[in-house]
């Protein structure tokens, strides 16, 4: 039953004490029209007699205060989430509406009202939340993170309360809820502060003992640790301040009692032999063009001084982690044969470390925020592509703190994916066409089997092959999402294909005798053969595990039982094919010439082919011939799934030099100035040739565009190609 909020003397006190707090660390950012609002609708909400306690017997009016105090540290002042998080119980006292803190503070304030409004109601009832609502309810709001961060906070505010507890039984819940659900999502989100004091309060509750006796030891030793890390210190302060251009500050810290504790226990050793239970930190007030110069600079110092541990050097610095940290560590020998981790990060680093990628919006201009989209994107496929029976705690736990590795592709072009991700996750991550062709790879010049798991750093590049197509056993091979997904996708549409070309090869057989298709003939005749559907007799046929000239037999005799049975001769489609009798031996060659008569033919777009290209003839289903490349990339379907539609083809001859034909160049370089003029410079000296387009669009320091041109063979375009390919800047050239 709930308990509705009557307000103790001390309450009133704490409440005042928090207002005042709260103004102070917001010094002049806060209006005094915005305060006095606040104050008003706050003192209301705690006189109607309408708020509860919450699940723990809290004053959710102190709760909030405290949110907005933590919130207001980690992002700095944002009139709108403020507001809201203040205005929140007003909401559900009725002293305010949601409509009224849209006039007042705008309509991201009512936004983030409507989300808190979401998050209270779970809460109320239930002092904690299932990890499939707690789920449901992210993927309702990923897209704001500051409606997230509220919620940690909100939670440590708890966390942080319930050490006056002297109900224990609450403190181990939240503390499990905290361990599950919160932790994890402020380590994705970065907010490493939040999550480190998180983790100690949990462990604190949870393992109690352990926690006191760890802390007890810490205190013993802080006075020799405090004397070990000046006399490291000092040394590197000497050589950093012979660097005159170099802005820097120095601090040593203890590591965290949770941090500590996970340490004895993977390294399954006592307190007394963990050595690095400290790290220094360097760092560097740093221009943004000058940021990982700086930090590299400093590392040699250190590495000048210390002897480094190459096998502990971390450079997130190049690869930043996809929660948007980025440092530089290194462990070294120091004093007294002990190592020591050293961490050389920028003070905008740092702030991104300590505050999560909420710290770009202090940094605005210096960074951009496509990061920050990113994860927030990765947090929402996280949790769409968990199915249903994944839901449980320790699978949500995992996919939230699961590691990463960096895969790198020949080129250079760096991917990131799951740990445990394997050759045909990778293939698939790149592109499905890639995916779904793969036959294996090359990993790091070793060929290794598409169920190879990859490692961190690794370089693969795939191999495919044409005749590949994917497998229901790949399902089994696969471990992300994405790639199931697209494997699942892969086989409906081959089974769909495979259906249409059963279907198709029956019909062609019927009309080659003159017989007309009746669908319900037809599904008599299926039926009569032990098939339930119609797409899985024609998926047989096309495989060939049914003979068609069986199901000819039977259709004759379901129809006319009396009617022949012979075979008659294969019709020319009504189309008249011009005779190469050099070439064509006992088939039909379409020869194709500027002056082709009785022959409804067209170039087709797909692959736009030129004189000299290598071409065949396709029958379209309107009577005309569509002429393809045997490159296109439609080519192979065309001959897989209508075998009996595609005709041999060839130019002629003739003189063609007079005949023009379209083409597009793809061009990838560097936007150089002026590269466009050197580029139509080359195209306009060439006879021949004629520019119908251009359109260039540059993304930071490179361009990607598309050519149209008119030109006559394809001798003369592979010649422009690479006359285009040897201006200074472009980096490829390709034909569309």
Partial sequence: MQEFLVLKEEEKREILEQFITLRRSLEERMPAADYRFIKEKVSSAMQSGKLARDGFGFNPIIVDLQTACIVGGEIGFQREIIMSILLNRCIEAGTATIEEAKQQFGESTANI????AQITALYAKSPTIETENFRNLLLSFTNDMRVILI??????????????????SARKLVAREATKLYIPLAHKLGF??????????????????????????????????EDYIASFIKPIEKMLKMQPHLKYRIKGRTKSINSIWQKMKKQQRPFEQIYDLFAIRIIIDSEPQNEKSECWHVYSIIADMYTPNPHRLRDWLSVPKSNGYES???????????????QI???????VAEHGLAAHWRYKGIKSEKGLDNLLASIRDT????????????????ELYKDEIFIFTPKGDLYRLAKGATILDFAFSIHTGLGCKCTGALVNGRNVPLRHVLNNGDQVEIITSNSQTPKQAWLNIAQTGRARSKIRQALKEISARQADMGRETVIRKLKNHKIEFDESVMDHLIRKMGYKRLSDFFQHVAEGHIDVGEILKRYQALTNPESEQGDTARSAGGFTFISDKESRGSQDVLVIERNLKGVDYKLAKCCAPIFGDEIFGFVTINGGISIHRKDCSNAKELQERYPYRVIEARWSDIDNSSTLFPVTLRIVGHDDIGIVNNITSVISQEKDVMMRGINIESHDTLFSGTLSLMINDKLKLNKLIG??????????VKRG
């Fill in 192 to 225: 490493y502060k939040l999550k480190s004091e998180m983790e100690d309060l949990s462990l604190r509750y949870t393992e109690t003992e352990i926690y006191n006796e760890l802390s007890r030891k810490l205190e013993e030793t802080a006075a020799s640790r």
């Fill in 151 to 168: 919620m940690i906070a909100s939670r440590l505010v708890m966390l942080r309360r319930l050490f006056n507890s002297a109900d224990e």
């Fill in 723 to 732: 006359k285009i390919e040897n201006i200074k800047g472009v980096k490829q």
């Fill in 113 to 116: 009202l409507q989300n808190l």
């Fill in 345 to 351: 990060r920028t003070e905008r680093m740092d702030a």
């Fill in 328 to 342: 530089l560590h290194t462990t070294v020998m120091g004093p007294e044969g002990r190592w020591v981790e050293v």
């Fill in 383 to 398: 949790l769409q592509n968990l199915s249903e029976e994944e839901t449980t705690a320790n699978k949500f736990k995992m």
